[in-house]
């Protein structure tokens, strides 16, 4: 009769030997982010092609190729693992670096959302304007994406002990500005540099109705941008020039994939400078579990300083149809969904009941 081992395993079975050394660890997140940014890369250069007229009535398109190539890279690199993972004895959640078992799920949703996708156009056409962001297929395809380009996010996240230095952040960071510029693809037409939401030139924003949907625009892009940061500022003290990097390459992506104006480039280095003076208000403030007030300022300055720096250099360039009490009143609102959302961060202290 075999000898058992402490937990029950018999001595010489194939379950107690040593498993090999897992898959995993910063080189594995730095390989998975690459591949991340070729996937979402493709999705901004698709959304660039439609808003170009670059895109026929066929769904087999160059861009197309692009796009589902980098999720074709994405995928093999994940079941390759679980499958290299699975040949060292290693099973159930194990079988994938921690933080990326969302990512094979998000593989599969894509996968799905794409065969539906193809038939969603066969059978539709393809699809113009809003209603491109609006259709289940690519919603499917949204969520499945964000899933996927989070994984390195989620896998920091899990681990314990880490200093918050670049060195081990990075990834997570540029992480963290592909998970908001998916989100903030599929409401394009809700961000400014996409619509110059206030200006004299877009129609859809000049009359009464137009001014309600811009002003719920920017309280939703004000939740969608700083929401995922003021996340990862839950989580770590971030690096010096953090959120200026996140939040500058979801700019970045958002002022080219729709780039109708010469002056594009100031609304876009408004807002960056207004990223960047959040960011040094974050390190001066220094917002923490222990430091609740600090949190509620900068929850509520970093969005007055992005959305106000966008309208002031609206307002330079173009001009604005709206009076000085909407364009205030618009940035003192993106302040208080900010502040609002500091407290979902930090909420205050509950007094033991005794």
Known sequence: MSTLTKTGTPYGSTQSKTLAQPIGGLAFDWLMLILSLIFIGGLYLDGWAHNHGKVDRSFFTVWH????????????TLVA??????????????????????????ILIFGMGGVGDLIWHELFGIEQ??????SPSHLALGLGLG???????RAAWARAGVQPTWRNLTPAILSLSALISALTFFMMFSHPLMSNIGGTDHYHFSDETGQVAGVVSILLMTGLVVGPAYLALRRWRLPPGSLTLAWGINLAAMAIIDWHHDYTLLLFGAMLLGAALADLLRIWLKPSLNNPRAWRIFGFSAPVLIFGAYFLALLVTEGSR?????????????????WLLSYLVVPPQVPVEG
């Not at 679980?82 to 969302?102: C, E, F, K, N």
């Not at 899933?147 to 996010?153: D, E, F, I, Q, T």
């Open 65 to 76: 190729a692009f796009f589902y190539a980098g999720f074709a890279l994405v995928a093999f």
């Open 81 to 106: 693992t679980l499958g290299i993972q699975w040949q060292r004895g290693y099973r159930g959640a194990s079988t994938l670096p921690s933080g990326y078992q969302l990512s094979l799920l998000g």
């Open 129 to 134: 304007d809003f209603d491109a962001l609006l």
């Open 322 to 338: 709206w009076t000085i009490h909407m364009l205030s009143g618009t940035v003192v609102l993106a302040g208080v969904v900010g």
């Open 147 to 153: 899933l996927v380009v989070s994984g390195p996010l």
